[in-house]
């Protein structure tokens, strides 16, 4: 049904509780009271709605007000309408992870994948079995693009994004950890900073960058390391550090997995370097999203 703008000219959403009310109490002076006005106010409504609905509407009977057919007719009428309406603007409503159904699309990369949802999704199948997380490749470029869009629901980033319409919080505060498979390489760990820069290193590599911030604290204390191989993958490293001798520098968060799955050892990088963040980031019109806001308190949880 399409609505007519023209037939609401009219109405006043405060005439028809009015109504409401006098109906119940079929008093003016009651109605007064119940709805905080003074008679005068409540009798002034009156005027309006019986010249709104060209009808009396009630008729004195004794110290009642008695409503007319026309008005027993619009109160049936009218109260769900107006139950249905407060329901809406004031009762939101309760989010019941147990039977809710909702996909969450959230773009991060492939190292946070590897580190987040074997620990995540189980417990989000026992705990809101309807919800279900449909994870994207982001890219720290063009994420808070797709944020505004609506392409991507929510981020997880290492990119301390911000835009006036974008919320972020803060998830955990990470280091970087050098890994390597003990079949292929021997160093002392905790290596110090000559035999990291002498060991063979996959690197990697973001947009194609050729050098990355190490490189730089490397060339500060004169020494340089030797790249054998560079990839934007971080799930193409497993396999490469069990047959070849390199290390990958790697955010800690990937550490604990990796060594006890594929048995790799581990030091940390022997370089001044400041712990990076993990934040999630989405848009504001989504903070009265139930299912997205309790997804998001769901991940802060599992990290925390």
């Known amino acids: 049904m399409t609505i007519k703008e023209s037939d609401f000219r009219k109405i006043d959403l405060n005439l028809l509780i009015a109504f409401a009310v006098l109906f119940r109490e079929q008093s003016v002076s009651l109605a007064a009271d119940k709805l905080h006005l003074g008679q005068p106010a409540v009798s002034g409504s009156l005027a309006r709605l019986r010249e709104m609905f060209d009808d009396p509407l009630f008729i004195r009977s004794g110290h009642r007000m ?13 109260m769900p309408l107006l139950e249905q309406l407060q329901s809406a603007l004031f009762q939101q409503a309760e989010f019941n992870p147990a039977h809710a159904k909702a996909t969450v699309t959230i773009g991060m990369s492939d190292w946070m994948e590897m580190w987040l949802m074997p620990q995540l999704v189980p417990v989000l199948r026992e705990q809101a079995p309807g919800v279900r997380l449909n994870v994207v490749a982001s890219d720290p470029f063009t994420d808070a693009q797709r944020l505004e869009g609506g392409e991507l629901d929510m981020v997880i980033s290492v990119a301390n994004q911000s835009a006036r319409w974008m919320e972020r919080e803060l998830l955990t505060k990470m280091e970087f950890v050098a890994l390597w498979h003990p079949a292929q390489l021997q160093p002392e760990a905790p290596m110090s900073v000559q035999t990291y820069a002498a060991q063979p290193h996959v690197q990697l590599s973001y947009r194609e960058a050729i050098s990355s911030h190490i490189d730089m604290l490397l060339a500060r204390q004169g020494l340089k390391r030797e790249i054998s191989y560079t990839t934007p993958h971080f799930s193409a490293l497993l396999g490469l ?24 050892h581990s030091s940390p990088v022997p370089l001044e370097m400041a712990p990076f963040e993990v934040a999630l980031l989405w848009h504001q019109r989504h903070n009265s999203d139930a299912a997205l806001m309790w997804v998001r308190g769901f991940i802060k949880r599992m990290v925390g």
Do not use: D, K, Y
């Not at 008695?66 to 009218?78: C, F, I, K, V, Y």
């Not at 047959?243 to 799955?261: D, F, I, K, R, S």
């Open 66 to 78: 008695q409503p007319t057919a026309r008005a027993t007719e619009l109160h049936s009428e009218l």
């Open 241 to 264: 550090l069990s047959m070849m001798p390199m290390l990958a520098t790697v955010p800690q968060g990937l550490c604990e997995n990796w060594q006890q799955v594929w048995g790799l």
